[in-house]
């Protein structure tokens, strides 16, 4: 069993900053990519960020200069500091995560996605 938690949505005003977190629990062998993922309503869920194990990261054009991606492995835990938060930016967000896990001596993949976070930015 493999969980991803989420932490860290809340509601901020325009030019705000919230910082969410998720963390990976279970049977994890190693995980590769990570990334969070965005879902407004009406509209389908789209990339915000992922990050590779060894740390290069990629971001959508409407939060690039404005949202950092991070991991610590260690912790098997990403991290998504946004700032210059605007409405546009009101969504749930997921975190995913591509792991290698270990279940009785058998190694599987898994993509995980956690529960999501609400993050509402008022003007």
């Known amino acids: 069993q493999v969980q991803l938690v989420e932490s860290g949505g809340g509601l901020v005003q325009a030019g705000g900053s919230l910082r969410l977190s998720c963390a990976a629990s279970?049977?994890?062998?190693?995980?590769?990519?990570m990334g969070w993922y965005r879902q407004a309503p009406g509209n389908q869920r789209e990339l915000v960020a992922t990050i590779t194990s060894g740390g290069s990261t990629n971001y959508a054009d409407s939060v690039k200069g404005r949202f950092t991606i991070s991991r610590d492995n260690a912790k098997n835990t990403v991290y998504l500091q946004m700032n210059s938060l605007n409405p546009e930016d009101t969504a749930v967000y997921y975190c995913?995560?591509?792991?290698?896990?270990?279940?009785?001596?058998?190694?599987?993949?898994?993509?995980?996605w956690g529960q999501g976070t609400q993050v509402t930015v008022s003007s």
């Open positions: 995913n995560a591509a792991i290698t896990a270990r279940s009785l001596g058998v190694s599987y993949n898994y993509n995980g």
């Open positions: 279970g049977s994890i062998f190693s995980i590769n990519a």
